[in-house]
């Protein structure tokens, strides 16, 4: 079992920068593809950007790409999400998830652990 928690969310202004972390504890994430979605209210939920187990392959949705960077440092079993240039259009609350593959994938239905969650808010 893991157990993941989201941190690092806040309210910022459009063009300013966040960093978001997930934390993993329960066993390690190494093995593990993570991803960062996100929801907006009456969204659904859209994956952001993905790092396979080893962190050599990543993912970006168009919409971020120049703009967030997905990284991981598995010996503090976490990975982050550097979200730069921020826009009202980045409002949401994201979501961490860890696979069970370490290879890079991107749907939201081959993720099996979830992190509860961080309200990400950018104002004009």
């Known amino acids: 079992q893991v157990h993941l928690v989201d941190s690092g969310g806040g309210l910022v202004q459009a063009g300013g920068s966040l960093r978001l972390a997930c934390e993993g504890s329960g066993r390690t994430l190494s093995y593990s593809a993570m991803g960062w979605f996100r929801q907006a209210p009456g969204n659904k939920r859209d994956i952001v950007a993905a790092i396979s187990g080893t962190g050599f392959r990543t993912y970006y949705a168009d919409s971020v790409k120049g703009r967030f960077t997905v990284s991981r440092d598995n010996a503090k079993n976490t990975i982050y999400l550097q979200m730069n240039s921020l826009k009202p259009e980045d409002t949401a609350v994201y979501y961490c998830?860890?696979?069970?593959?370490?290879?890079?994938?991107?749907?939201?239905?081959?993720?099996?652990?979830w992190g509860q969650g961080t309200q990400v808010t950018v104002s004009s």
């Open positions: 998830a860890a696979a069970s593959t370490g290879y890079l994938v991107i749907t939201e239905t081959q993720y099996n652990y």
